[in-house]
């Protein structure tokens, strides 16, 4: 099972993941990791390296907040190792979407991350004129 270590600034993804559980059910194998103002890239380094011990799964996945901020620069260091990946743009449609699919490798759950993010943001303004307009 791919494990997920998901990183915000403050306490989004501890949030997150209690709304996702109130969806999904008690999750296994992941963990949250909330940065606190002034932390330093070195501390946030070394929360990550105990959760990747206490997750203790073949595969990890690294879902974080924002592409160029401190979560996403601590955890690319983490990407060297073949095992681990990082994918940025955190929300809930992508954990609702990549749960299922957490036996099937961290390549595949990466993609489905990615797919799911971009999926989950829509103009329903938008979308509902192009509906409208198709009748």
Request: proline share 3%.
């Amino acid at each position: 099972m791919v494990g997920i270590i998901a990183i915000s600034h403050g306490t989004f993804v501890k949030a997150l993941i209690d709304s996702v559980e109130m969806i999904y059910g008690k999750l296994d194998k992941i963990q949250a990791i909330c940065l606190q103002k002034g932390e330093s890239t070195d501390s946030l380094n070394t929360k990550i390296e105990l959760k990747i011990k206490e997750l203790d799964t073949d595969e990890i996945l690294i879902l974080v907040d924002l592409l160029g901020g401190t979560p996403y620069n601590a955890s690319s260091f983490w990407i060297k190792n073949p095992r681990i990946n990082v994918v940025t743009g955190i929300s809930m449609p992508m954990l609702l979407e990549i749960l299922p699919h957490r036996n099937e490798g961290l390549e595949k759950v990466s993609e489905i991350a990615e797919e799911s993010a971009k999926n989950g943001v829509v103009n329903v303004g938008k979308k509902y004129k192009t509906l409208a307009q198709n009748k």
